[in-house]
């Protein structure tokens, strides 16, 4: 690692590159919804997958060039995401009609999305400072 | 688009991920072994491409064709990308990009199977 720890390098590498995947996923998901499926009394879902999308791009993109204020809002805001859709979706299922990463915890992606936003956190506090490894 | 196709695919991309794995345990560099392995998937999925593509057009079942195809290109797209990204990085973790991508191009061929037989439809 160079002196200046980068979140785009070493196992960030890895990170930059599942965040990337699930960029795609939400946001390729979120287009094929709103093109083929939105009705007025099921947005919710439809809705909710295009701010997944949007969160993930910006997330990858701050992982990737390094800006950590943008990264560390933007997994925060993944983390709630998460937790808060994956609670209701579950308390109230007539919400969700559809599905979209965030529901159930993410379930249908292996949980991968309720994992990831601690891994960016936890990468983010690692790679600060320049004084550690 | 039958079950030995998608988990063929699922199972090569797999065992490519395992490949890879090994040389992120071992602190292998991303080598000339590892590309190949990778270039012989991509020649598959491109083969898929081409194949679920002629099989979409032909089939009576109904599948989502926009759905079906997406998920052929990102299947395509996915292994060039990730070692363009992997080879950049020196340190093990390079290596370690391959692995998510393959382990992706599995999940991915698994959903195919299920968008083929309109499961999501």
Same mark, same amino acid.
């Given at each position: 690692?160079?002196?200046?720890?980068?979140?785009?390098?070493?196992?960030?590498?890895?990170? /930059?590159?599942?965040?990337?995947?699930?960029? !795609?996923?939400?946001?390729?998901?979120?287009?094929?919804? +709103?093109?083929?499926?939105?009705?007025?009394?099921?947005?919710?879902?439809?809705?909710?997958?295009?701010?997944?999308? /949007?969160?993930?791009? +910006?997330? $990858?993109?701050? !992982?990737?060039?390094?800006?950590?204020?943008?990264? +560390?809002?933007?997994?925060?805001?993944?983390? /709630?995401? /998460?937790? $808060?859709?994956?609670?209701?979706? %579950?308390?109230?299922?007539?919400?969700?009609?559809?599905? $979209?990463?965030?529901?159930?915890?993410?379930?249908?992606? %292996?949980?991968?999305? !309720?994992? %990831?936003?601690?891994?960016?956190?936890?990468? +983010?506090?690692?790679?600060?400072?320049?004084?550690?490894? | 688009?039958?079950?030995?196709? @998608?988990?063929?695919?699922?199972?090569?991309?797999?065992?490519?991920?395992?490949?890879?794995?090994?040389?992120?345990?071992?602190?292998?560099?991303?080598?000339?072994?590892?590309?190949?392995?990778?270039?012989?998937?991509?020649? =598959?999925? &491109?083969?898929?491409?081409?194949?679920?593509?002629?099989?979409?057009?032909?089939?009576?079942?109904? =599948?989502?064709?926009?759905?079906?195809?997406?998920?052929?290109?990102?299947?395509? &797209? &996915?292994?060039? @990308?990730?070692? =363009? *990204?992997?080879?950049?990085?020196?340190?093990? *973790?390079?290596?370690?990009?391959?692995?998510?991508?393959?382990?992706? =191009?599995?999940?991915?061929?698994?959903?195919?199977?299920?968008? *083929?037989?309109?499961?999501?439809?």
């Amino acid at each position: 690692m160079p002196d200046r720890p980068d979140t785009s390098h070493g196992f960030g590498r890895v990170l /930059v590159a599942v965040y990337a995947i699930f960029a !795609l996923a939400a946001s390729a998901r979120s287009i094929v919804q +709103l093109i083929t499926e939105v009705e007025s009394d099921t947005v919710v879902p439809y809705v909710l997958s295009a701010f997944a999308g /949007v969160v993930y791009v +910006l997330a $990858t993109y701050a !992982l990737a060039v390094n800006r950590r204020r943008l990264a +560390l809002v933007t997994i925060g805001i993944e983390l /709630v995401g /998460v937790i $808060t859709v994956g609670i209701v979706s %579950l308390v109230d299922e007539e919400l969700f009609p559809d599905q $979209t990463v965030w529901s159930d915890f993410g379930r249908g992606y %292996l949980f991968i999305p !309720l994992v %990831l936003p601690f891994v960016g956190l936890w990468w +983010l506090r690692r790679t600060s400072g320049p004084e550690q490894e | 688009m039958t079950d030995p196709v @998608a988990y063929g695919i699922a199972v090569l991309a797999v065992l490519v991920a395992g490949f890879a794995g090994w040389h992120v345990v071992k602190r292998r560099e991303f080598g000339n072994p590892l590309f190949y392995a990778v270039s012989v998937l991509e020649v =598959v999925l &491109i083969v898929m491409l081409v194949g679920g593509s002629v099989a979409l057009s032909q089939t009576s079942r109904e =599948v989502d064709g926009v759905l079906f195809i997406s998920y052929l290109l990102t299947m395509v &797209i &996915i292994p060039p @990308a990730a070692v =363009v *990204w992997g080879i950049a990085e020196k340190s093990r *973790w390079g290596t370690g990009v391959v692995v998510v991508a393959m382990l992706t =191009v599995a999940a991915l061929s698994i959903r195919l199977l299920g968008i *083929w037989e309109g499961i999501y439809a």
